[in-house]
């Protein structure tokens, strides 16, 4: 167990689990925030590990988002520090070279939401409850809020959730894909765990290859993105992985990926 300030980082084989713990609600800090950056960074130099869950500590709070109080004075060079600070934080965590799955164990709120929107998977737990409250408090999700659900619900939805303070449940989120799975109370970290082990049978450098094309397309023509496509694929003939992949296949045995 690795103690960042208010994070807790364990790692078990190629799974880094990442756990929220600024009680009671695990809000965000600049110093959280800050070793959130930092711990990406960490994890990207650790070529053993491929998958990182984030869940929040207990069962009532996944996240609440920021703390209130940083803004309560209107001091309008704390809230461009703190925007800065949550931009570089989920920034870094959506550019994660692995594969991040999120757990909604609870309450996910504002950049608590936000958080969860900057992971690649999203599991919620049955009694989860998700919203981008911000303009009810005179302010708007400035984390990736408002670029990052639209592209996963669609901008009706976004805009409920957003323009009319909307909260929904675990099975809302389902049916209009902000999340992929529910999870019933309690079960969200081991369904997570069985998906980090399904991540750890794939190729780490296929699977950082194949994310940066996915998440390419939010913003790029497919006409360009297909020439990128190719190209990575000839990239991968520069990788052991790729020779290990084809020969532990036609060997008919595991293979050993070696992340390069």
């Not at 996963?152 to 929904?168: D, N, P, Q, T």
């Not at 991540?199 to 699977?207: E, L, N, R, T």
Request: charged share 20%; net charge negative.
């Amino acid at each position: 167990m690795t103690d960042y300030t208010n994070l807790q980082l364990s790692i078990d084989g190629h799974t880094a689990t990442l756990t929220l713990n600024n009680p009671p609600a695990h809000t965000w800090t600049m110093d959280s925030l800050q070793a959130l950056k930092q711990l990406i960074t960490d994890l990207n130099a650790n070529d053993d590990v491929y998958a990182l869950i984030v869940h929040g500590d207990g069962e009532k709070f996944f996240s609440a988002g920021a703390d209130l109080n940083n803004f309560s004075d209107g001091d309008k060079g704390r809230a461009i520090s703190m925007a800065i600070a949550f931009g570089e934080a989920f920034e870094a965590l959506s550019a994660y070279r692995g594969v991040s799955i999120a757990v909604i164990n609870g309450y996910a709120m504002g950049g608590g939401l936000e958080c969860a929107l900057a992971c690649d998977i999203r599991i919620a737990e049955a009694h989860a409850q998700m919203a981008l409250p911000e303009t009810g408090v005179g302010l708007l999700p400035c984390a990736g809020g408002t670029q990052n659900l639209p592209m996963l619900v669609g901008e009706g939805w976004a805009k409920r959730m957003i323009l009319c303070g909307e909260r929904i449940d675990a099975d809302t989120a389902l049916r209009i894909g902000l999340v992929e799975e529910v999870a019933a109370k309690g079960e969200g970290l081991q369904i997570a765990q069985a998906l980090a082990k399904k991540v750890a049978k794939q190729s780490p450098v296929a699977i950082s290859y194949s994310k940066s094309l996915i998440q390419a397309a939010r913003d790029t023509p497919p006409a360009q993105n297909l020439i990128h496509e190719r190209e990575a694929f000839v990239k991968l003939f520069d990788t052991n992985d790729q020779r290990e992949g084809v020969q532990a296949f036609l060997e008919k045995r595991k293979p050993n990926w070696q992340n390069k």
